[in-house]
Nanobody
Framework: QLQASGGGLVQAGGSLRLSCAAS????????LGWFRQAPGKEREFVAA????????YYADSVKGRFTISRDTAKNTVTLQMDSLKPEDTAVYYC????????????????WGQGTLVTVSS
């Protein structure tokens, strides 16, 4: 089970930190990712990190502004979001998959409940 938290309202240029806690089972070997879905839009890839943390992947739209990290001992993954823009407004979801990196949401079989991020201009 994945539990996302940390969303909220922030002004443009501000920062937020999202966390995703994996409970009920250890996600050893799983790649963990963040996706987001804005109103009226499809769910899109944001960032992902390998089980070891040695490989990180970012969407072009967030590269240089967002940082993904994970703590395997605590089974958590964190998304630090800086220099936020109004277009970052969306519900953010954490997700997991057992295989290598994929940016397609359909490739992930474990999902958290989502946390809302609102960036005001």
């Amino acid at each position: 089970q994945l539990q996302a938290s940390g969303g909220g309202l922030v002004q443009a240029g501000g920062s937020l930190r999202l966390s995703c806690a994996a409970s009920g089972r250890a996600f050893t070997g799983f790649l963990l990712g963040w996706f987001r879905q804005a109103p009226g839009k499809e769910r899109e890839f944001v960032a992902a990190i390998s089980w070891s943390g040695g490989s990180r992947y970012y969407a072009d739209s967030v590269k240089g502004r967002f940082t993904i990290s994970r703590d395997t001992a605590k089974n958590t993954v964190t998304l630090q979001m800086d220099s936020l823009k109004p277009e970052d407004t969306a519900v953010y979801y954490c997700a997991a998959r057992t295989m290598g990196f994929e940016s397609r949401s359909a490739a992930y079989n474990k999902w958290g409940q989502g946390t809302l991020v609102t960036v005001s201009s």
